[in-house]
């Protein structure tokens, strides 16, 4: 380390030596190469020592100084280096969509005083929010939405008096929210910033009355999916520019404040999904309401109230589950923007009259679970969806079409897509590539649109989409951004109630954008440049990686080439370069030399079966022990409330960790002998395998004679819940491919990664869960056995699993092979495409699709057979029959003949591009709905395997004490 003087001296000397020969300034010179050097790669023409002379991509100069930096969906990995403090003049820092791009966000980047937009939309970063930056006195713009940051926000970030926009959602963000405490300043200070967007974090505590006050300017309050508890301040009512405020699925309880109604022009109003008490709220005189939902709180009972009829902007009003009685007035229905009534689970009852007068716009009325005892439907017919199960008009094996439970009956509505017109057939288009609007192949920059309160509720609707294209359309030709057409698709309403919709931006008169249109759109948008009609509410954009022409030719970890030009210097640079290479190679010959193989793994160690004493507790290495009372307390004591699932082997609650964490406690029947072998096997299994499509177990109890399980939560239910209507998910071709795609490599991690090998027993798609993204996880491991080393591949054993996904070679043999597995996939493939039980009423849904395959047809004449919510159009169904041949072979009868997971794997990704659904990463098809994922590196798409690849699996010892 004696050398390190001299190479700060010769260092400063070539800064200076750069700073004579280029343009632009040394310090920004070299605080933007150590940005890049902490980088897994940079813009093509980042070559040399001149950013601002040579114009390089993504870099903005104002005369020799680097005021912007802007690379947004650019792919970058690695971190953000503490050298962002060298640019004191930048202003605007963009680094959004870079999925790979994380690691703590350096607390130098408070020197930056000049800073207005620091925006990392979408990256990973993580740890906590730096207080330094409370010293960005400049900044206006603050988007560190759909990180990983953790810990508190800080109190300082009350001192950003510019401050515009303000957005932290989707992060894991713990603690309360600051306010002023006669000393330090608090979010309550922030009298310029129009919005506060903290959804989706772990913040708690009440929510402070001190933090609202007549000052403020906030239009958009976003605290919704917290844990916040407490009643509403008072306060809120100060907030008279509100137009959007959410609530929505906190734990807030007490009653809502009366003076709410003071928020005159609040559009949107999200409470559902608390404790909420008293009358409910009188919002009469709220005239620019268009979006209401309080469901699911537990108000008084009451009587219809008067403002139902007189609020003139109403679009959408859920009231679920609130005790809500009496008849329903005429006139709601004839509200004259009215789009969706969800009001299941109340007490109207009397006739239901919808007059001749009914809205225009009307699409459903949910009445589930109400009183109704007769219907009047005046004039016109409505035939819309009207849903009255469940009502004493109903109870008499009534055959309305309003009496069929709603996902059966109910006509699929074709959700908006924008239309491509072509006049001739549509060119087939390179993988890589889609076809546009305007019936041309190229390349789109493509991400999604999240909106956080949409206005409306319908989605079938030109009428509320087409604007939104046009707008774009326009907005997009003024900043003067090379877009030709603009492609939207797929909307839906998220778990977190956002409505997400798939955008695809079209480059004009070319088929691929460059880097710096790259740039510019993904800032546009980024940035909020971008404004979309105002009744698609605040929004975000989560782009997604851009493939480049360049980065097809140039392979990503070419680096510019400074070299020669150093030499040219000074000799004392020649020595340098003598000194950094030989400090390179020593690095990379350190960094190359083979991590110590961890020992391999035990074969499993047996426990006492029939002791379920503490004494045999096992101990594992990443899966932690809860006590009985731990348990008990996350889950409010086992609360109703809490309980989200259940089977044979017991309960499923729900609870939330001190730490924040949501999880799954999975509770056993007591004193089943069969219950505790399954129990111990889970554990032992699933605490040495990791991967994204593997569920993750967060630890277990043995306490007081009781077994349980903790899982990570995993929002979204079922697979078999989402096919069945049941859970809200919809499910297209291309999301149901991803699934099957997510599933596929989790089993196939199973068996071809995972030491010793596991077959899973019962795959199913009871057993496959998605979360917050959709990405499949494999669960349940109760039946799984591994296949240890001597069995050469297989094991005798007995016969388990679940009738109509069980091979019958296994089940003829009793040999357990990993192809027992792929049989029981192959069913579920088919599963996903009929969206039929594989076995029921005698029908096996493999006989019936081998019978009915005809590959001369179109959709080998599978026509009667599919799902009919995937519509049954061959160019909607892109892929279906090599998706079919697929399944076909996973369930031929002999193992032998069925390829294994692996090579399935790589079938759907190939049928996944041929629906459009895969970019050309082999991973890329779950990356579309899964921002969070990484970067391909194997076909198996993981992120942790290949660091037990060595052999190495997470020893996962089990010893009894
Ligand atoms: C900060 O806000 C509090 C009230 O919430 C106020 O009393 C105090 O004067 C404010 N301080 C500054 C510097 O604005
Ligand atoms: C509907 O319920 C209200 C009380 O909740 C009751 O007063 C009224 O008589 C009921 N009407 C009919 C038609 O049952």
């Given at each position: 380390m004696e050398l390190s003087p001299w190479l700060v001296f010769l260092f400063s000397v070539l800064v200076q030596a750069f700073a004579i020969l280029a343009d632009t300034n040394g310090r920004d010179n070299a605080g933007l190469s150590g940005i890049a050097d902490s980088w897994n790669k940079k813009p093509s023409n980042w070559n040399g020592i001149d950013p601002c002379g040579d114009k390089w991509i993504g870099i903005t100069c104002t005369g020799n100084r680097i005021t912007a930096i802007r690379l947004s969906s650019f792919g970058l990995s690695?971190?953000?280096?503490?050298?962002i403090q060298s640019l004191s003049e930048l202003q605007n820092l963009d680094l959004s969509y870079n999925k790979d791009l994380g690691g703590p966000l350096p607390s130098s980047i408070g020197a930056l005083s000049n800073l207005e937009n620091l925006i990392l939309v979408g990256c990973s970063f993580s740890g906590e929010i730096p207080k330094e930056l409370g010293q960005l006195s400049k900044l206006i713009f603050l988007s560190l939405n759909s990180n990983k940051f953790s810990g508190p926000i800080p109190a300082s970030l009350g001192n950003l008096s510019k401050l515009y926009w303000f957005d932290l959602a989707d992060n894991k963000l713990t603690g309360g929210l600051p306010v002023f405490d006669g000393i330090n300043l608090g979010l309550d200070n922030l009298t310029n910033t129009k919005h506060f967007h903290f959804g989706i974090n772990l913040l708690s505590g009440p929510i402070p009355s001190e933090i609202f006050n007549s000052h403020m300017k906030l239009i958009h309050l976003l605290l919704d999916n917290n844990n916040f508890s407490g009643s509403i301040p008072p306060t809120l009512g100060l907030l008279n520019p509100l137009e959007v405020l959410r609530f929505d699925n906190n734990k807030l309880t007490g009653p809502v404040p009366s003076n709410i109604n003071n928020l005159t022009k609040l559009a949107e109003l999200h409470l559902e999904n608390n404790q909420l008490t008293g009358p409910l709220p009188d919002l009469t005189g709220m005239n620019a309401l268009s979006f209401v939902d309080m469901s699911n709180n537990t108000f008084n009972a009451s009587d219809s109230p008067a403002w139902f009829t007189t609020l003139p902007s109403l679009t959408s009003l859920f009231l679920e589950n609130l005790r809500i009685s009496g008849q329903l007035p005429q006139a709601l229905f004839s509200l004259p923007a009215i789009q969706t009534l969800r009001?299941?689970?109340?007490?109207?009852?009397?006739?239901?009259?919808?007059?001749?007068d009914f809205g225009t716009q009307l699409q459903l009325i949910d009445l589930q679970g109400n009183q109704i005892t007769a219907i009047t439907v005046g004039g016109s017919q409505y035939s819309k969806t009207l849903i009255l199960v469940g009502n004493p008009i109903c109870v008499a094996g009534s055959n309305e079409r309003y009496c069929t439970p709603p996902g059966q009956s109910n006509p699929t509505t074709k959700l908006y897509a924008t239309t491509k017109n072509c006049s001739a057939l549509p060119p087939t288009c390179l993988s890589n590539q889609l076809l546009s609007p305007t019936c041309s192949c190229a390349v789109p920059y493509t991400g999604t649109l999240f909106f956080r309160s949409p206005s409306f509720s319908d989605l079938s609707s030109p009428a509320n989409f087409v604007p939104l294209e046009q707008d774009m359309k326009s907005q997009f030709t003024k900043f003067n951004v090379p877009v030709g057409s603009i492609s939207i698709h797929d909307p839906f309403f998220d778990s977190n109630n956002n409505l997400q919709l798939s955008l695809e931006l079209f480059p004009s008169g070319k088929i691929q954008f460059g880097e710096q249109d790259i740039s510019e759109l993904g800032f546009l948008l980024s940035n909020q440049t971008y404004k979309p009609p105002s009744k698609f509410g605040p929004y975000f954009f989560i782009g997604k990686q851009y493939t480049f022409a360049s980065d097809v030719i140039i392979p990503s970890k070419s680096k510019p080439n400074r070299l020669p030009l150093i030499i040219g210097i000074s000799v004392g640079?020649?020595?340098?370069?003598?000194?950094?290479?030989?400090?390179?190679?020593?690095?990379?010959?350190?960094?190359?030399?083979?991590r110590q193989t961890e020992e391999r793994s035990q074969s499993f160690v047996s426990w006492d079966m029939k002791s379920t004493s503490a004494s045999t507790i096992p101990q594992l290495r990443g899966a932690r022990t809860f006590t009985f009372d731990e348990l008990k307390r996350i889950t409010n004591n086992f609360s109703e409330a809490n309980d989200i699932?259940?089977?044979?082997?017991?309960?499923?609650?729900?609870?939330?960790?001190?730490?924040?964490?949501?999880?799954a406690v999975k509770r056993s029947q007591q004193g089943s002998l069969q219950g505790s072998l399954e129990f111990r096997t889970e554990i032992e299994l699933l605490s040495r395998v990791h991967h994204k499509n593997v569920v993750s177990l967060v630890g277990f109890c043995l306490d007081q004679g009781e077994q349980m399980l903790v899982y990570e939560y995993i929002p979204n239910g079922t697979l078999k819940e989402s096919?069945?209507?049941?859970?809200?998910?919809?499910?297209?071709?291309?999301?149901?491919l991803r699934v099957v795609l997510g599933a596929a490599k989790g089993i196939a991690y199973l068996h071809e990664l995972a030491d010793p090998p596991i077959v899973h027993r019962d795959i199913k798609s009871s057993n496959v869960l998605l979360d917050e993204r959709l990405n499949a996880k494999v669960s349940d491991f109760g039946l799984s056995k591994p296949l240890g080393e001597d069995s050469r591949g297989q094991v005798t054993t007995q016969v388990k699993g679940t009738m109509g996904y069980l091979d019958p070679e296994y089940y003829m043999?009793?040999?357990l092979t990993e192809k027992s597995d792929v049989y029981s996939f192959g069913v579920l493939m088919l599963e996903m495409v009929t969206a039929r039980k594989p076995l029921e009423r005698g029908r096996y849904v493999v006989r019936e699709v081998k019978a009915a395959v005809d590959r001369t047809k179109d959709l080998y004449g599978l026509h009667a057979l599919l799902d009919p919510a995937l519509g049954a159009s061959s160019s909607a169904l892109a892929g279906l029959e090599q998706y079919v041949d697929l399944a076909l072979r996973c369930v031929e009868e002999a193992g032998a003949d069925r390829p294994s997971m692996g090579e399935a794997v790589g079938e759907i990704e190939r049928i996944l591009k041929m629906a459009g659904g895969g970019g050309t990463g082999p991973d890329s098809a779950s990356n579309s709905m899964s921002y969070a994922s990484r970067t391909p590196r194997h076909p198996y798409g993981g992120d942790s395997p290949f660091e037990y690849s060595g052999g190495g699996m997470p020893s996962s010892r089990v010893e009894p004490k």
């Amino acid at each position: 380390m004696e050398l390190s003087p001299w190479l700060v001296f010769l260092f400063s000397v070539l800064v200076q030596a750069f700073a004579i020969l280029a343009d632009t300034n040394g310090r920004d010179n070299a605080g933007l190469s150590g940005i890049a050097d902490s980088w897994n790669k940079k813009p093509s023409n980042w070559n040399g020592i001149d950013p601002c002379g040579d114009k390089w991509i993504g870099i903005t100069c104002t005369g020799n100084r680097i005021t912007a930096i802007r690379l947004s969906s650019f792919g970058l990995s690695g971190t953000l280096s503490g050298d962002i403090q060298s640019l004191s003049e930048l202003q605007n820092l963009d680094l959004s969509y870079n999925k790979d791009l994380g690691g703590p966000l350096p607390s130098s980047i408070g020197a930056l005083s000049n800073l207005e937009n620091l925006i990392l939309v979408g990256c990973s970063f993580s740890g906590e929010i730096p207080k330094e930056l409370g010293q960005l006195s400049k900044l206006i713009f603050l988007s560190l939405n759909s990180n990983k940051f953790s810990g508190p926000i800080p109190a300082s970030l009350g001192n950003l008096s510019k401050l515009y926009w303000f957005d932290l959602a989707d992060n894991k963000l713990t603690g309360g929210l600051p306010v002023f405490d006669g000393i330090n300043l608090g979010l309550d200070n922030l009298t310029n910033t129009k919005h506060f967007h903290f959804g989706i974090n772990l913040l708690s505590g009440p929510i402070p009355s001190e933090i609202f006050n007549s000052h403020m300017k906030l239009i958009h309050l976003l605290l919704d999916n917290n844990n916040f508890s407490g009643s509403i301040p008072p306060t809120l009512g100060l907030l008279n520019p509100l137009e959007v405020l959410r609530f929505d699925n906190n734990k807030l309880t007490g009653p809502v404040p009366s003076n709410i109604n003071n928020l005159t022009k609040l559009a949107e109003l999200h409470l559902e999904n608390n404790q909420l008490t008293g009358p409910l709220p009188d919002l009469t005189g709220m005239n620019a309401l268009s979006f209401v939902d309080m469901s699911n709180n537990t108000f008084n009972a009451s009587d219809s109230p008067a403002w139902f009829t007189t609020l003139p902007s109403l679009t959408s009003l859920f009231l679920e589950n609130l005790r809500i009685s009496g008849q329903l007035p005429q006139a709601l229905f004839s509200l004259p923007a009215i789009q969706t009534l969800r009001l299941r689970g109340n007490r109207f009852n009397g006739t239901l009259t919808i007059g001749s007068d009914f809205g225009t716009q009307l699409q459903l009325i949910d009445l589930q679970g109400n009183q109704i005892t007769a219907i009047t439907v005046g004039g016109s017919q409505y035939s819309k969806t009207l849903i009255l199960v469940g009502n004493p008009i109903c109870v008499a094996g009534s055959n309305e079409r309003y009496c069929t439970p709603p996902g059966q009956s109910n006509p699929t509505t074709k959700l908006y897509a924008t239309t491509k017109n072509c006049s001739a057939l549509p060119p087939t288009c390179l993988s890589n590539q889609l076809l546009s609007p305007t019936c041309s192949c190229a390349v789109p920059y493509t991400g999604t649109l999240f909106f956080r309160s949409p206005s409306f509720s319908d989605l079938s609707s030109p009428a509320n989409f087409v604007p939104l294209e046009q707008d774009m359309k326009s907005q997009f030709t003024k900043f003067n951004v090379p877009v030709g057409s603009i492609s939207i698709h797929d909307p839906f309403f998220d778990s977190n109630n956002n409505l997400q919709l798939s955008l695809e931006l079209f480059p004009s008169g070319k088929i691929q954008f460059g880097e710096q249109d790259i740039s510019e759109l993904g800032f546009l948008l980024s940035n909020q440049t971008y404004k979309p009609p105002s009744k698609f509410g605040p929004y975000f954009f989560i782009g997604k990686q851009y493939t480049f022409a360049s980065d097809v030719i140039i392979p990503s970890k070419s680096k510019p080439n400074r070299l020669p030009l150093i030499i040219g210097i000074s000799v004392g640079g020649a020595v340098l370069v003598v000194i950094v290479l030989a400090l390179v190679i020593v690095i990379a010959r350190r960094k190359r030399k083979p991590r110590q193989t961890e020992e391999r793994s035990q074969s499993f160690v047996s426990w006492d079966m029939k002791s379920t004493s503490a004494s045999t507790i096992p101990q594992l290495r990443g899966a932690r022990t809860f006590t009985f009372d731990e348990l008990k307390r996350i889950t409010n004591n086992f609360s109703e409330a809490n309980d989200i699932g259940n089977g044979g082997y017991g309960k499923v609650y729900r609870g939330t960790l001190p730490s924040g964490q949501l999880v799954a406690v999975k509770r056993s029947q007591q004193g089943s002998l069969q219950g505790s072998l399954e129990f111990r096997t889970e554990i032992e299994l699933l605490s040495r395998v990791h991967h994204k499509n593997v569920v993750s177990l967060v630890g277990f109890c043995l306490d007081q004679g009781e077994q349980m399980l903790v899982y990570e939560y995993i929002p979204n239910g079922t697979l078999k819940e989402s096919l069945t209507g049941k859970s809200g998910v919809r499910l297209d071709w291309r999301r149901r491919l991803r699934v099957v795609l997510g599933a596929a490599k989790g089993i196939a991690y199973l068996h071809e990664l995972a030491d010793p090998p596991i077959v899973h027993r019962d795959i199913k798609s009871s057993n496959v869960l998605l979360d917050e993204r959709l990405n499949a996880k494999v669960s349940d491991f109760g039946l799984s056995k591994p296949l240890g080393e001597d069995s050469r591949g297989q094991v005798t054993t007995q016969v388990k699993g679940t009738m109509g996904y069980l091979d019958p070679e296994y089940y003829m043999t009793q040999q357990l092979t990993e192809k027992s597995d792929v049989y029981s996939f192959g069913v579920l493939m088919l599963e996903m495409v009929t969206a039929r039980k594989p076995l029921e009423r005698g029908r096996y849904v493999v006989r019936e699709v081998k019978a009915a395959v005809d590959r001369t047809k179109d959709l080998y004449g599978l026509h009667a057979l599919l799902d009919p919510a995937l519509g049954a159009s061959s160019s909607a169904l892109a892929g279906l029959e090599q998706y079919v041949d697929l399944a076909l072979r996973c369930v031929e009868e002999a193992g032998a003949d069925r390829p294994s997971m692996g090579e399935a794997v790589g079938e759907i990704e190939r049928i996944l591009k041929m629906a459009g659904g895969g970019g050309t990463g082999p991973d890329s098809a779950s990356n579309s709905m899964s921002y969070a994922s990484r970067t391909p590196r194997h076909p198996y798409g993981g992120d942790s395997p290949f660091e037990y690849s060595g052999g190495g699996m997470p020893s996962s010892r089990v010893e009894p004490k």
